[in-house]
């Protein structure tokens, strides 16, 4: 058995979805992994829809052992999560991701363009991107096979901020500027 089908069995035998793996000359082997795609919200199943640190240490402990049986010449091991840029690799993850933000781009341009970003809609047999042209929505419809590469559009929510007590600012002028001058805060 070659040492990506290795990996791949070892990694969906566990429970994960294999993302990508890369292979450096100077031995780094590197494993992507996520959650499947969830049958009911996180919530209601009590779980996590993210990678955690104890779900990439049980896949390296079993990656070294089965690496090593299948004789596999490595110099270090990393696994982890896809990030939040998330490389869409399988048909299966477009269906997955279908309604989010995606970076699209395409081997051949387009009009003369190849990189796109919008809503990733499902198709029929192919896919659709919905995306902001000239202040117009338009829509490009692709195939599978047409692109080079897809990711998530990284979304960082920092709504769990708002709910923070505001600070308040100081009305006499002379009080804020020696605050400020001296480092000494009113309590």
């Known amino acids: 058995m070659n040492w990506q089908l290795a990996i791949e069995k070892t990694v969906t035998g566990l429970g994960y979805d294999l993302v990508d793996t890369e292979r450096s000359p100077k031995g780094l082997l590197r494993v992507y992994i996520d959650k499947p795609a969830p049958t009911t919200p996180p919530a209601a199943?009590?779980?996590?829809?993210?990678?955690?640190?104890?779900?990439?240490?049980?896949?390296?402990?079993?990656?070294?052992?089965?690496?090593?049986?299948?004789?596999?010449?490595?110099?270090r091991l990393e696994v982890s999560s896809p990030g939040l840029d998330r490389p869409l690799k399988k048909p299966a993850d477009y269906l997955r991701f279908s309604g989010e933000r995606v970076d699209l781009t395409l081997k051949?341009?387009?009009?003369?363009?190849?990189h796109f970003q919008g809503?990733?809609?499902?198709?029929?047999?192919?896919?659709?991107?919905?995306?902001?042209?000239?202040?117009?929505?338009?829509?490009?419809?692709?195939?599978?096979?047409?692109?080079?590469?897809?990711?998530?559009v990284p979304v960082v929510d920092f709504k769990g901020r708002r709910f923070a007590a505001p600070v308040e600012a100081?009305?006499?002028?002379?009080?804020?500027?020696g605050n400020e001058m001296d480092g000494d805060r009113k309590r």
């Open 45 to 75: 199943s009590g779980g996590s829809e993210f990678i955690t640190v104890e779900d990439c240490e049980r896949v390296t402990r079993q990656l070294q052992h089965v690496l090593e049986v299948e004789a596999c010449a490595y110099e």
């Open 108 to 114: 051949l341009a387009f009009k003369g363009r190849k």
């Open 119 to 152: 809503v990733l809609e499902p198709l029929g047999d192919g896919w659709r991107l919905v995306f902001q042209g000239d202040g117009v929505d338009q829509a490009l419809d692709f195939a599978f096979d047409e692109v080079k590469e897809a990711r998530l």
């Open 170 to 177: 100081p009305t006499d002028p002379v009080e804020s500027a």
